[in-house]
T-cell receptor, first 111, second 117 residues
Framework: GESVGLHLPTLSVQEGDNSIINCAYS??????FIWYKQESGKGPQFIID?????DKRQGQRVTVLLNKTVKHLSLQIAATQPGDSAVYFC??????????FGSGTRLQVQP | DTGVSQDPRHKITKRGQNVTFRCDPI?????LYWYRQTLGQGPEFLTY????????KSRLLSDRFSAERPKGSFSTLEIQRTEQGDSAMYLC???????????????FGAGSRLTVL
């Protein structure tokens, strides 16, 4: 079936370094993508989103890149901070369908 | 507005019992979603409403699960004859359907954790 997945289950970075979290998707009909951050005991929190008619979108310290040719999505976090430690999920949707989430990447920021 | 509220936060029950979770979305949001999340996994979609209408149900949603949103505001998710495999975090989210840039962004609650013994 159609799915969204992540390459790396755990990513460990040094504080101040840049982080890149990758995600592959298989549904070519997906037209919207979104990244969420989830801290322990909390619900997912919106980080940034992108529509399929774009290939890059920037927020505060975060950038999402979309490569539709290879069905790949990435989240870049600049100057990673301890507060960025969490599990990150990508999710995609096609048309009016609900968001489908991947399995997540744990980001560990070492001081 | 305090965001999306879910109640109870934790529920421990014995196998075979029925449980009900409640979700109060952000007041101006017309869409309400239910997801289930197990440890180490991403949220799995269960169902969603636009106003009172249940627009989509996942094939994961067995006959033991039923969700309602009778007045288009709060929603309940009931699980009948619970099984140990139902143990999970049940997440509710809401959004405002439309064409604005934020229309697809779901705001999640903190979840209701179910443990079936």
């Amino acid at each position: 079936g159609e799915s969204v997945g992540l390459h790396l289950p755990t990513l460990s970075v040094q504080e101040g370094d840049n982080s890149i979290i990758n995600c592959a998707y298989s549904n070519s009909a997906s037209d919207y993508f979104i990244w969420y951050k989830q801290e322990s005991g909390k619900g997912p929190q919106f980080i940034i989103d992108i529509r399929s008619n774009m290939d890059k979108r920037q927020g505060q310290r975060v950038t999402v890149l979309l490569n539709k040719t290879v069905k790949h999505l990435s989240l870049q976090i600049a100057a990673t901070q301890p507060g960025d430690s969490a599990v990150y999920f990508c999710a995609e949707k096609a048309g009016r369908r609900a968001l489908t989430f991947g399995s997540g990447t744990r980001l560990q920021v070492q001081p | 507005d305090t965001g999306v509220s879910q109640d109870p936060r934790h529920k421990i029950t014995k196998r075979g019992q029925n449980v009900t979770f409640r979700c109060d979305p952000i007041s101006e949001h017309n869409r309400l979603y239910w997801y289930r999340q197990t440890l180490g996994q991403g949220p799995e979609f269960l169902t969603y409403f636009q106003n009172e209408a249940q627009l989509e149900k996942s094939r994961l949603l067995s006959d033991r699960f039923s969700a309602e949103r009778p007045k288009g505001s709060f929603s309940t998710l009931e699980i009948q004859r619970t099984e140990q495999g139902d143990s999970a975090m049940y997440l509710c989210a809401s959004s405002l359907a439309g064409v604005s840039s934020g229309a697809n962004v779901l705001t999640f609650g903190a979840g209701s954790r179910l443990t079936v013994l």
